[in-house]
């Protein structure tokens, strides 16, 4: 059965224009001066407590089927809790990322489809932090243009429970879940 083109739902029409308009990043390294890797946790006292990861890379592959796969790559030895040196210095220690035997954490995606950083959805993949491994989901919210990393930067965020990865320290002051926010830009497209 035919179906015309003045028979489209507006919506389908919609979603095909912006497949269309939305030109998938071949391969990129993430930019780091121009993407952010933070994180936050809640104090018993319902104090917020945020963090960063200044060091990063990372790197945007095609995967030549039409998907594409990311991988993030942290330097847990320079991760910063804003505004205190001694939380900071914490943080990087035995009780949270024990950055000295641990230095790096990664992030590798499922293969996914470039419209996935347009229309916004789940991104799984297996994070590994302390030497474990575990599939987690972050979650890409809609872009706010045409070529995502490229034109505007894809965001996303996830939580994670930070005793899944053997940091039990501080529970009775610190809660288990961590709740990461990213800011993704992509330098220059690989040749």
Known sequence: MAVSRA?????????VALLLVAAPVRAAEID????????????????????RFPVFNGHLSDLGDG???????????????????????LTRGRGFFEADRYPTIT??????FPALLVEGGALPGV????????????????????RPAVDCPVLA??????GDYGMT?????????VRFQLRIRAGGEAQ
């Open 7 to 15: 028979g489209l739902h507006p919506c389908v029409l919609l979603v």
């Open 32 to 51: 780091p001066l121009q993407s952010e890797v933070g994180f936050s946790l809640v104090t018993r006292w319902g104090e917020v407590v945020d963090g």
């Open 67 to 89: 998907r594409q796969q990311v991988r993030l790559s942290l330097s847990a030895a320079d991760v910063e809790i804003l505004g205190s040196l001694r939380h900071t210095h």
């Open 107 to 112: 992030f590798v995606s499922d293969p996914f």
């Open 127 to 146: 994070l590994n932090i302390r030497d474990v491994q575990r599939r987690e989901v972050f979650t890409t919210l809609p872009s706010a243009c045409g």
């Open 157 to 162: 965020a996830g939580i994670i429970d930070r």
């Open 169 to 177: 320290r501080w529970s009775f002051a610190i809660g288990r879940k």
